[in-house]
């Protein structure tokens, strides 16, 4: 997985409460169990007409954002079904950060199991964070894990707070297999051990 230490980029504002997990990548896509390729179809319906042309009025769609790798969203981002296609999509776009001031629990997991920082914030810092994504190509947010800021256009710093255990795994890239073979000194003794001890199991 990659690391998450800091990030800086265009932040895109999706100004919608509880924007699914449907909406982020539709159950028509989740036909494959491999991580790329989705990103193309992130937030399809939102995104595309039914003749595969684009709807212009589309945050994602317009030019100031076509680049965007950090979504301000609205409360309860990532509700719905327990996809992980959804984190996947939103990487494989590009997006590396979303900022909410809530979001569903499954989702919220899966985000930091795939290498994407969700960032939990007040009302208040919400409306701040979404004003300086509504203004198109200026709206680069600078984010520091290693510190828990968020850097506003306006050189203003909002701290934000995350469980130590999973700002340690963004920090050093690692998902629930990085966590397991940082034990595979202490996995190979026991099964040396196993074998001596139980040569028949």
Not at 33 to 61: A, C, Q
Not at 131 to 149: T, Y
Not at 161 to 183: A, P, S
Request: hydrophobic share 35%; net charge neutral.
């Amino acid at each position: 997985m990659e690391k998450f230490t800091t990030h800086r980029g265009v932040a895109a504002p999706m100004n919608m409460i509880n924007v699914d997990t449907d909406k982020v990548i539709p159950k028509l896509f989740l036909r494959t169990i491999k991580r790329t390729g989705l990103g193309k179809n992130l937030f399809h319906e939102m995104r595309y007409n039914e003749d595969g042309s684009e709807k212009p009025d589309f945050v994602l769609n317009k030019q100031a954002y076509r680049k965007a790798s950090i979504i301000v969203a609205g409360d309860n981002f990532g509700c719905g079904s327990s996809r992980e296609h959804a984190p996947w999509a939103l990487l494989d776009f590009g997006i590396r950060c979303v900022i909410s001031t809530s979001f569903a629990d499954i989702f919220y997991n899966n985000c930091f199991k795939n290498g994407i920082l969700p960032i939990k914030v007040t009302k208040q810092q919400l409306d701040e964070l979404m004003d300086d994504a509504e203004r198109g190509a200026n709206s680069v947010l600078d984010i520091d894990l290693e510190k828990q800021e968020i850097g506003r256009p306006n050189g203003e710093k909002l701290k934000f707070e995350i469980d130590e255990f999973r700002r340690h795994c963004l920090l050093n890239g690692l998902d629930d297999i990085g966590l397991t073979m940082q034990k595979d000194d202490k996995i190979k003794n026991f099964e040396d051990k196993r074998s001596t001890q139980q040569p028949w199991a």
